[in-house]
């Protein structure tokens, strides 16, 4: 990128408010992120990826997985956009269309999510989240 990237934390947060995506949606996105850390898949991406295109990327994937009318990767793009200290950020459409393609083809069209897998994710979230410091401090995620 030719322009400051924010934090993963923040662009997650921005996207999140910014496309106010619903709870399913988000834990599918969890379960695509984990299914490629667990098969060591983003040492092997043909092109490498940022983790901003492959949270955006693995977005994308469930919302379109789970709501054939969700939104067109051109407004996921406008979704991206944010302030970073005196600049913008932002991923460009092409970039967006290819790590969607990337994802998929990684989890080798492995889609499909079922009632379990989204249990084991938020077990999992729920764990991390009581063990992060913004917890233990009153702080709000």
Known sequence: F??????????????????????????????YMSRLIESHVPTECPMPMTQHQLFLAALIVAAKTLDDG?????????????????????????????????????LEWHLLIREDHISFELRNFQEKYRESPRHTRGLSP
């Open 2 to 31: 030719d322009h400051e990237q924010p934090s993963l934390e923040d662009f997650i947060t921005h996207v999140m408010r910014e496309s106010r995506t619903d709870f399913w949606v988000l834990m599918s996105t969890l379960v």
């Open 70 to 106: 969700a939104c067109q990767n051109g407004r996921w793009c406008r979704v991206s956009l944010m302030s970073v200290g005196n600049s913008w950020f932002w991923l460009p459409q092409e970039e967006v269309n290819s790590a969607e393609r990337q994802l998929i083809r990684l």
